[in-house]
């Protein structure tokens, strides 16, 4: 079945605030892509500025938390792009080990499944 031009138009506009969204996220991305922080913080701002006149209300609220955590974000650049993020997903593999082991007694077996997170991509499973 094809569309008729007045039908693809529609669909088009319809779809329009769906691509929008999805070209910003790809364009904040980047940010993290930048040499320094100087030019991250050029390609947060004119991200932020982007996003407060697409039209999207969802993406101008997101824009009005990134300019309020604007430092906490650009913070990347002067540690070299250290995150946080492995040590975080690691406390919660933590967390999910601990509550499935609730009742427990046997610390020592804990420590030993804690370490052995490490080993496998799928330890909390089964």
Same mark, same amino acid.
Request: no cysteine.
């Given at each position: 079945m094809l569309l008729?031009?007045?039908s693809l138009e529609e669909a088009l506009k319809l779809n329009e605030p769906l691509a929008t969204a999805y070209y910003m996220k790809e364009e904040l991305r980047n940010i993290w $892509?930048?040499? &320094?922080?100087? !030019?991250?913080?050029?390609a947060l701002e004119e991200w932020i500025r982007k996003a407060e006149v697409s039209g999207i209300n969802m993406l101008k609220q997101f824009a009005k938390t990134l300019a309020s955590?604007?430092?906490?974000?650009?913070?990347? $650049?002067?540690? &070299?792009?250290? !995150?946080?993020?492995?040590?975080?997903?690691?406390?919660?593999?933590?967390?999910?080990?601990?509550?499935m082991a609730y009742g427990f007694r046997d610390t020592e077996f804990f420590k030993l499944k804690i370490m052995a997170l490490h080993e496998s991509k799928y330890s909390l499973v089964g």
């Open positions: 008729n031009p007045e $892509f930048q040499l &320094d922080k100087i !030019s991250a913080q050029k955590h604007r430092s906490g974000v650009l913070a990347y $650049f002067d540690f &070299d792009g250290l !995150s946080t993020g492995p040590l975080e997903g690691t406390n919660n593999k933590i967390k999910t080990l601990h509550k």
